[in-house]
């Protein structure tokens, strides 16, 4: 029903990188909504499209973000550290 359909959905944007999309098929997993099976395949998506997107270019990027950031919008930068 309604659960599987959005398992799906967590699952899709889960293997395109969103971190968040993870956890909630992690959560949907421990309440056994979920399969084991579908945990992995969500967990190996994500982490395949994390490591397509990772560059030095990115990780640069980040560190030159964080430092003009720190403490002035601490608020701001954590969603990105997720």
Known sequence: G??????????ISAKMGFGPSLT???RLFA?????EEQY???KKG???AQEEMASPERD??????????????REFVS????
């Open 2 to 11: 309604k659960c599987q359909r959005a398992v799906k959905h967590f699952m």
């Open 31 to 35: 309440a056994g909504v979920a399969s």
């Open 46 to 48: 994500y982490e395949d």
């Open 60 to 73: 640069e990027a980040y560190k030159i973000f964080v430092r003009d950031y720190e403490g002035y919008t």
């Open 79 to 82: 969603p990105l550290r997720r």
């Open 24 to 26: 909630m098929i992690e």
């Open 40 to 42: 992995a395949e969500a």
